[in-house]
């Protein structure tokens, strides 16, 4: 009556058994055309629904990232709040000013003050403050080099970082 299982059954039992859990909980996968694409080929001339799409997403995503820069107003806005709150005549700020500027300022602006910024554009103060006119400057000029990458995407028609003019 107690006839010992054999070895073999058992193991084809547990495989068995651990497959179909595997299925129940949705990883279970034994082909390999279950792997996802990770690559997905450029559109080519004869696929012009694909190309117009793609073509839609870049323009999204360069508007998208154009809003997301400083525009005048918050340029001004931000020499304002520089300007309340350097400590000297030299035009100095300390990083507890420095972080009230950030709290004060937009999202958008709050972006080009990080405390790593504020360790750039040490000159060697001995009271560890930094300029007001190199920090405006410094967002100054990556607003600028923000744009000029937005604006030469443009010609990025494929989105694979060659630059080609389009002839118009």
């Not at 859990?21 to 450029?42: C, D, H, M, V």
Request: include cysteine.
């Amino acid at each position: 009556e107690n006839q010992p299982v054999p070895l073999e059954l058992v193991q084809k039992q547990e495989d068995e058994e651990f497959r179909r859990l595997l299925n129940e909980w949705g990883k279970g996968r034994t082909q390999s055309s279950a792997i996802p694409p990770f690559y997905n080929r450029i559109p080519g001339e004869n696929e012009p629904l694909r190309q117009k799409l793609r073509e839609e997403s870049r323009a999204n995503l360069l508007k998208q990232k154009s809003l997301q820069l400083l525009d005048r107003t918050e340029m001004n806005n931000l020499w304002v709040l520089l300007d309340c709150h350097h400590v000297t005549d030299e035009q100095l700020i300390s990083y507890e000013d420095f972080q009230k500027v950030a709290q004060k300022s937009g999202p958008k602006t709050r972006e080009y003050l990080k405390p790593s910024v504020f360790a750039k554009l040490q000159q060697g103060d001995h009271q560890g403050r930094i300029s007001t006119v190199s920090l405006f400057n410094y967002v100054m000029r990556k607003v600028w080099l923000d744009q000029t990458r937005v604006g030469l995407s443009v010609y990025d028609s494929t989105g694979q970082e060659w630059l080609k003019r389009h002839k118009h």
